[in-house]
């Protein structure tokens, strides 16, 4: 059985960073953040992962995202994917007139979608924070940024705390199996 880095197999590189760069991250964090200014968050446009949301864990969650933004006085604008690669669609072509955040339910992939949608904005459009409700399977990045539950993002927001964050869109070469 091969033992080496997912690296060293693939030749493609692992895009989670190591442990010691996510304890970094969590110093910098929502949680903990850099900056002392406060942004005022009512209203929030919700990209609703569409098939999770109707049934099970998803309906539990999408229904504990709602009763926290009413406790909280924050408004809500929900809007459904349809399918794969529609966050990224429905955040790039968003209005945000009026809008304070958006608020990305779902996992790692709705997320990174999300993401995607906000880098190809025309930056004339707008730019609002992006929050990561960790409603997915792994929910790696918003766990790596201490944003482990919904409370914990609400409790972001209350807080007004917003961090900057780099992002590089990569192209992943071919894999191919022989």
């Known amino acids: 059985m091969y033992s080496g880095s997912f690296d060293t197999l693939t030749g493609v590189p692992a895009l989670r960073p ?104 025309d930056m004339r459009a707008g730019q609002v924070p992006l929050f990561a409700f960790p409603c997915g399977t792994g929910n790696n990045f918003a766990r790596d940024l201490g944003q482990q539950t919904v409370a914990d993002v609400f409790a972001a927001i209350a807080r007004g705390c917003v961090q900057t964050a780099s992002t590089t869109l990569k192209e992943s070469p071919t894999l191919s199996t022989v």
Do not use: Q, W, Y
Not at 112 to 121: Q, T, W, Y
């Open 18 to 121: 190591c442990e010691d760069e996510r304890k970094k991250a969590r110093t910098r964090c929502l949680s903990k953040p850099a900056s002392t200014e406060k942004l005022s968050i009512k209203t929030i446009i919700l990209v609703i992962h569409g098939k999770k949301c109707n049934e099970g864990k998803g309906k539990r969650e999408l229904s504990e995202i709602r009763d926290m933004a009413k406790a909280r006085g924050v408004e809500l604008l929900e809007v459904s994917t349809e399918r794969e690669g529609h966050c990224e669609e429905l955040v790039r072509d968003a209005n945000f007139h009026g809008i304070d955040a958006v608020g990305i339910m779902g996992g790692d992939g709705t997320l990174r979608e999300g993401v995607c949608g906000m880098i190809a904005r």
